[in-house]
Each structure stands twice: as structure tokens, then as C-alpha cells.
């Protein structure tokens, strides 16, 4: 079982940036993916992006492309999400989550208690 704790949501304006992170323990960092989720109020949560075991592997939501960029540092047992550019419509509690395998298709069988992220007009 893996626990994950997100830190870094807030708010800001329309078109600042924020970075999330995600702290991870309780299995080999570097043996699974990871991703980032959202859930904004009335709405089912979504995928944000996701990121394979080294880093190299990346997808992204077509609403966050060119906005949104993940990350992982293996070495600190964290993963990154830098938001730029940022919109109203981006307005969630975000959620990490950790793979069950190592590959950016992986299931997801953790989740984070989730950081909130208010973007104002």
C-alpha cells in the first residue's frame, strides 16, 4: 500500500501558476507510474496527466496540454504538477495517485487526500 500526500494548492488569479506536489512512502518509488486527477464541484473526478516510472512517459489531458507539466523525482519520492497559465475552469481538489504497475497505462490504487486549487476571474 502506498500513502500519498498532496501539498501546494491554493488560490491564485487567472493566469498564474501553481506547483503541486506529492509525497509518497510505503513501496519502491521508482516501481510504478503515477498520476494527477481533479474533481471539481457536480463534476466526476478526471485525469489530469500521468507519468511513468522514470519520467520519460508522459500523457496529459487535452484540457491542461501546454498549461499543465508533470514531473517525479525518484530520489525524493515525489511528484510534481506545474500548472501555468492557469483558468477559472481549472478549479478542483486535485488527488495523486500512485500506478499499480511501473507503465504511464497503469491502473491507479492509491489516491492522496487531495490539495484544492481555487483559480479567480
Known amino acids: 500500500q502506498v500513502q500519498l500526500v498532496e501539498s501546494g494548492g491554493g488560490l491564485v488569479q487567472a493566469g498564474g501558476s501553481l506547483r503541486l506536489s506529492c509525497a509518497a512512502s510505503g513501496r519502491t518509488f521508482s516501481n510504478y507510474a503515477m498520476g494527477w486527477f481533479r474533481q471539481a464541484p457536480g463534476k466526476e473526478r478526471e485525469l489530469v496527466a500521468r507519468?511513468?516510472?522514470?519520467?520519460?512517459?508522459?500523457y496529459y489531458a487535452d484540457s491542461v496540454k501546454g498549461r499543465f507539466t508533470i514531473s517525479r523525482d525518484n530520489a525524493r519520492n515525489t511528484v510534481y504538477l506545474q500548472m501555468n497559465s492557469l483558468r477559472p475552469e481549472d478549479t478542483a481538489v486535485y488527488y495523486c495517485?500512485?500506478?499499480?504497475?511501473?507503465?504511464?497505462?497503469?491502473?491507479?490504487?492509491?489516491w492522496g487526500q487531495g490539495t484544492q486549487v481555487t483559480v479567480s476571474s
Open positions: 507519468i511513468n516510472w522514470s519520467g520519460g512517459v508522459t
Open positions: 495517485a500512485a500506478g499499480k504497475t511501473k507503465y504511464v497505462s497503469s491502473a491507479f490504487s492509491s
